[in-house]
């Protein structure tokens, strides 16, 4: 027997392992369930991860499926909350991870979204098509085909609801389609992904945009309408200069770079903003040939761009000047000449409690450049939208509309909206607003101090491979290469399935009294011999099993 500096006991052979304290024996004559004062019972928790997903995919079931290298399964249950784990796994940005329990005990949070990624990539290679569960009469208009009307879409379709999907771009997607490069987003990933609309009654109409083509005459025909509509509408810098040729909002900039027949940027190029619209700006520039440089008016780490966005930037050769607001756009020969700029200094906390950003008298300061990208955050234009509240009761919002500032938030809006449309006409609900409760967790989130971490291993993160750095600020190919099969299932099995009990038969072994017993996937306590000893709650790795008093 050997004795870690970490007070874990590692046995060597068979000889140093204690007699076990459980009955081996019949235990009918010795009923001693009279002597308790206290109980367990068996109960899920709500783990850290789950409670932190945006779209509410249940975690730690799903990903113990992984770990069991049943992938269909966890495609299964992933599904269940999020149509899309192949998209997901490459664009969230993971705060389930940031509460990895993991991550506090051992060497690093479990890389959920790569295996989410592998599980979707799996589900895009086996082609299973998805039948509706019932058919409806209801019919139901989408308005934008982003990740909230896809959700939307997906899980009406999925219960049998009639589903028209409007979108005023030629192409699917939305943002999807034309916010995110394809260095992050394969346009192949995302057709593939589309396809699990195929055998659910949904169908697409694209270049009908609401205001123009599309007005709230045609949606009258339709028993409910979801608006889904994206952040068109870039904010303006409101500096002299900033309507000079040479002069780029960003999101433009993306979409038509998306569409193939966007402009190809030469030069320096300054990019506004610090958001993830300004990041992919910069990337994407940088892939055309110019030399970007970022120019952001606070410091790094208040950039609200995901932080591995920033890193990817900077080591492809993005430049970065922060603490810096532009002030005016100069011109040479009617051209753009240089982005003048301020210093600006942190000051007083605004009612958010951040604090607010003031310039530096006397720091001006020029930029040189041939051309300006302006990301300095996106707004949804609400004109076409005006009066369509007043539809008596039939229209429901998500995405953008909703602060939805995520690929995943807006998929959990488009879920939560088909559930709330579905009770409108059936008074009840056969998709799953709240995933983990439905399932049977409490919503009592799981404490840190409940794993049991003497019944886990150290095991270091896995990493995908990636593309070679000095090529791919060269190409579009897609930069993270993903987790092959086995790698994912062996990063699954680093999970704690904190809070979730995985019948891995602790308390069945270590109950002196015979008083656990299997029953379907689970046990069950046979009253009449637990005397509350609480040992099978002590033994449990997850936190599954709680003690409270008798008759409470």
């Known amino acids: 027997m050997k004795r870690e500096a970490n007070g874990r006991i590692t046995f060597t052979g068979a000889a140093d392992i204690p007699l076990n304290a459980r009955s081996e024996g019949r235990m009918e004559h010795n009923r001693t369930g009279s002597w308790r004062v206290q109980e367990p019972y068996y109960a899920d928790l709500t783990p850290p991860c789950v409670a932190k997903c945006p779209a509410g995919t249940d975690i730690s079931k799903w990903i113990g499926a992984a770990a069991q290298g049943n992938l269909d399964l966890a495609l299964e249950i992933f599904r269940e909350a999020n149509p899309f784990p192949a998209l997901c796994g490459r664009v969230c940005p993971h705060p389930c991870e940031s509460a990895c329990s993991r991550a506090s005990v051992f060497e690093g949070a479990v890389a959920v ?14 082609g299973a098509r998805l039948e509706p569960r019932a058919a409806r009469v209801e019919r ?77 005459a045609d949606l009258s025909r339709f028993d409910a309408v979801f608006l ?55 990337r994407v520039a940088l892939r055309d040939g110019a030399e970007p440089t970022v120019v952001y008016r606070r410091l790094r780490p208040d950039m609200p761009a995901f932080p ?52 530096v008298p006397g720091s001006e300061f020029e930029l040189a450049c041939e051309s300006v990208l302006v990301a300095a955050g996106e707004e949804v234009d609400r004109g076409p939208l005006e009066g369509m509240w007043l539809m008596n009761g039939r229209v429901f919002s998500g995405g953008d509309l909703e602060n939805g500032a995520t690929v995943s938030e807006a998929i959990g809006h488009g879920r939560r909206a088909a559930a709330a449309i579905e009770r409108k006409f059936t008074g009840k609900t056969g998709i799953l607003e709240d995933l983990p409760a439905a399932r049977g967790a409490r919503p009592d989130l799981m404490p840190l101090d409940r794993v049991n ?36 299932v062996s990063e699954a099995r680093r999970c704690l399935s904190c809070g ?47 003690i409270k008093r008798v008759g409470t």
């Open 140 to 216: 139901v208009a989408v308005i934008g085909s982003g990740p909230a009307g896809l959700s939307c879409a997906f899980y009406l379709g999925r219960q049998g609801f009639r589903v028209m999907v409007f979108e005023a771009l030629p192409v699917l997607g939305g943002l999807l389609r034309t916010g995110i490069p394809p260095y992050r987003l394969p346009p192949e990933i995302l057709d593939a992904e589309l396809r699990v609309f195929e055998g659910l009654p949904v169908t697409f109409v694209k270049n009908r945009r609401l205001g123009d083509n599309l007005v709230k």
């Open 308 to 359: 591995e966005e920033v890193n990817e930037a900077r080591d492809e050769g993005v430049q970065f000047v922060f603490q810096a607001s532009p002030a005016a756009v100069t011109a040479r020969d009617g051209k753009v000449a240089s982005l003048r700029c301020l210093r600006t200094r942190p000051g007083a906390p605004d009612a958010s409690g951040r604090r607010s950003v003031e310039p």
């Open 228 to 282: 889904g509509v994206g952040r068109q509408a870039s904010r303006k810098m409101g500096v002299p200069g900033e309507n000079l040729p040479g002069v780029y909002e960003g999101t433009k900039y993306l979409r038509e770079s998306a569409l193939g027949h966007g402009v190809k940027l030469e030069g320096r190029v300054c990019v506004v903003g610090g958001g993830n619209t300004a990041m992919d700006c910069a």
């Open 500 to 546: 979730t009990c995985t019948a891995c038969d602790n308390c069945l072994v270590f109950c002196p009294d015979n008083a656990i017993v299997r029953e379907g996937n689970g046990y069950r306590i046979l009253h009449e011999f637990c005397k509350g000893c609480g040992i099978c709650a002590e033994e449990c790795p997850r936190g599954a099993i709680h």
């Open 113 to 126: 979204h790569d295996v989410e990624r592998a599980i979707g990539d799996h589900g895009l290679k086996s």
């Open 453 to 488: 971490v003497a019944w886990f291993r150290g095991a270091a993160r896995l990493e995908p491979p990636h593309a070679d750095l000095r090529a791919r600020a060269h190409d579009f190919r897609e930069i993270n290469c993903g987790f092959d099969r086995e790698t994912a």
